[in-house]
Structures are given as C-alpha cells and as structure tokens.
Nanobody
C-alpha cells in the first residue's frame, strides 16, 4: 500500500496551493483519509480528514474556512485545497489512510512520505 503526496512548494502569504494524495495498490474508497502536517520543531498535527462514505469532513480550527479536503473516487485521489495561506501553515504535509475516522494519528495506519509547504515572502 503506497500513498504519494504532491503539490507542495513555496508560496507567498495569502496564496494558494492544492495538494494531491494518490494511492497505489489499494482503493482509497475503502479508507478514511487524513492530512497531517509537521512544522519545524513541533509535533505533527491533524489538519483535515474525510470519511470513506458520505464524504464527511473535519478540520483543525486553525485551517477552518481556508482549507478544503475532497476526494475523487474515479482517480483514487484525495486533495487538500489550501487558500489564504499563512507563514504558520509552513511544514511537511502528510497524507494518511485508516479504518477509523478522526484527526488523531491513532486512526491511521498508512502514511505517505510527505510534501513540503513553505509560506514565505
């Protein structure tokens, strides 16, 4: 089972990025999917998650109203649209898949390698 993130990069404050998480070897439709991030010197934190059925979503308070998670079942891909980015959004963003739903790491068993997002002027 493999998850591969893409779409990270350097963006100015106020800008946007769209992260993608593609799966190989399994169907993402069978799992709840989460996005986590880890800033330098900080613990990894849950950013957003989406349920495997019904597309129920949840967001960390720090990103509500700015980030949107979605999934394309046909492409076996999950996206994280990030708008109005702030310097504090800087970090490595990880995609993860699990059998239970929520923003805590305990829900997830499979992790990607991560993609770097840097918000700076």
């Amino acid at each position: 089972l493999q998850l591969v993130e893409s779409g990270g990069g350097l963006v100015q404050p106020g800008g946007s990025l769209r992260l993608s998480c593609a799966a190989s070897g399994f169907s993402m439709n069978l799992y709840h999917i989460g996005w986590f991030r880890q800033a330098p010197g900080k613990e990894r934190e849950g950013v957003s998650c989406i349920s495997k059925i019904g597309g129920v979503t949840n967001y960390a308070d720090s990103v509500k109203g700015r980030f949107t998670i979605s999934r394309d079942h046909a492409k076996n891909t999950v996206y994280l649209q990030m708008n109005s980015l702030k310097p504090e959004d800087t970090g490595i963003y990880y995609c993860t898949a699990g059998s239970t739903y929520g923003l805590a790491e305990r829900h997830y068993a499979y992790w990607g390698q991560g993609t770097q997002v840097t918000v700076s002027s």
